[in-house]
């Protein structure tokens, strides 16, 4: 019936996927307050009941398109002794890729309080890596929270989720340069401050961060 239905209209059929690809494009086009069911279903040109034939509610949507969202951000297959290091940029990648192809969704999925298989399959791979590296137990949970919250912070950052001062209009910057002697430092390196370059600044930082962390105590080198 669907199909017949879908054949007089000239839309393709409706699908599971479907339904998830317009949520996608519709928070990327209107934000996340748009994720309604009513919202998706006038999006396909559909009625809201239709929609309930394939996705059961809003909560069962998100975590679709969780997984849409997230999809390719585990770690690649390698051999167990292969540079941590070099794991840890290609996870790091795949997530500020995908939050690039999709900055609201990721942000919404990010505040989101799903429970999904796919973060602990994630995160398994993860560990299994860190611990083939040689850290034990405790530090490679230390070492993976410490990645996933530069990556996820940094993100936000650059989505300007997060403001910090450097972001603010040059025309803030006015009631520093009126009151010098309370922030010298800040005058000096305001070039430095007001010069954004986010792929440079993410790149040293995770360089600082792996370097640190790769002296951590490790059962082997």
Same mark, same amino acid.
Do not use: C
């Given at each position: 019936?669907?199909?017949?239905?879908?054949?007089?209209?000239?839309?393709?059929?409706?699908?599971?996927?479907?339904?998830? @690809?317009a &949520?996608?494009?519709?928070?990327? +086009?209107?934000?996340?307050?748009? /994720? %309604?069911? =009513?919202?998706?279903?006038?999006?396909?040109?559909?009625?809201?009941?239709?929609?309930?034939?394939?996705?059961?509610?809003?909560?069962?949507?998100?975590?679709?398109?969780a997984r849409?969202?997230?999809?390719?951000?585990d770690?690649?297959?390698?051999?167990?002794g292969?540079?941590?290091?070099?794991s840890?940029?290609?996870?790091?990648?795949?997530? @500020?890729? &995908?939050?690039?192809?999709?900055? +609201?969704?990721?942000?919404?999925v /990010? %505040?989101? =309080?799903?429970?999904?298989?796919?973060?602990?399959?994630?995160?398994?791979?993860?560990?299994?890596?860190l611990?083939?590296?040689?850290?034990?137990?405790?530090?490679?949970?230390?070492?993976?929270?410490?990645?996933?919250?530069?990556?996820?912070?940094?993100?936000?950052?650059?989505?300007g989720?997060?403001?910090?001062?450097?972001?603010?209009?040059e025309?803030?910057?006015?009631?520093?340069?009126?009151?010098?002697?309370?922030?010298?430092?800040?005058?000096?390196?305001?070039?430095?401050?007001?010069?954004?370059?986010?792929?440079?600044?993410?790149e040293?930082?995770?360089?600082?961060?792996?370097?640190?962390?790769?002296?951590l105590?490790?059962?082997?080198?």
């Amino acid at each position: 019936m669907a199909r017949n239905a879908a054949a007089r209209t000239g839309r393709p059929p409706l699908t599971r996927e479907s339904i998830v @690809r317009a &949520a996608v494009t519709l928070i990327e +086009r209107d934000g996340a307050e748009a /994720l %309604t069911m =009513r919202r998706v279903a006038a999006e396909l040109g559909v009625g809201t009941m239709s929609l309930y034939n394939h996705v059961p509610d809003r909560d069962a949507l998100l975590a679709d398109m969780a997984r849409t969202v997230l999809s390719g951000l585990d770690l690649p297959e390698g051999e167990t002794g292969e540079d941590w290091k070099a794991s840890a940029r290609a996870m790091i990648g795949a997530f @500020r890729g &995908a939050a690039r192809a999709y900055p +609201r969704s990721m942000y919404l999925v /990010l %505040t989101s =309080r799903l429970d999904l298989e796919f973060s602990w399959r994630a995160a398994e791979r993860a560990l299994e890596l860190l611990a083939a590296a040689g850290f034990d137990g405790e530090t490679s949970v230390r070492v993976l929270r410490a990645l996933m919250s530069y990556a996820i912070g940094s993100q936000m950052m650059e989505n300007g989720a997060l403001r910090t001062p450097d972001q603010t209009p040059e025309s803030a910057f006015q009631t520093v340069q009126d009151d010098p002697g309370s922030f010298p430092h800040v005058i000096a390196m305001a070039p430095h401050l007001m010069r954004i370059d986010p792929e440079a600044d993410f790149e040293i930082g995770l360089e600082m961060l792996l370097s640190a962390l790769d002296r951590l105590p490790r059962s082997r080198a």
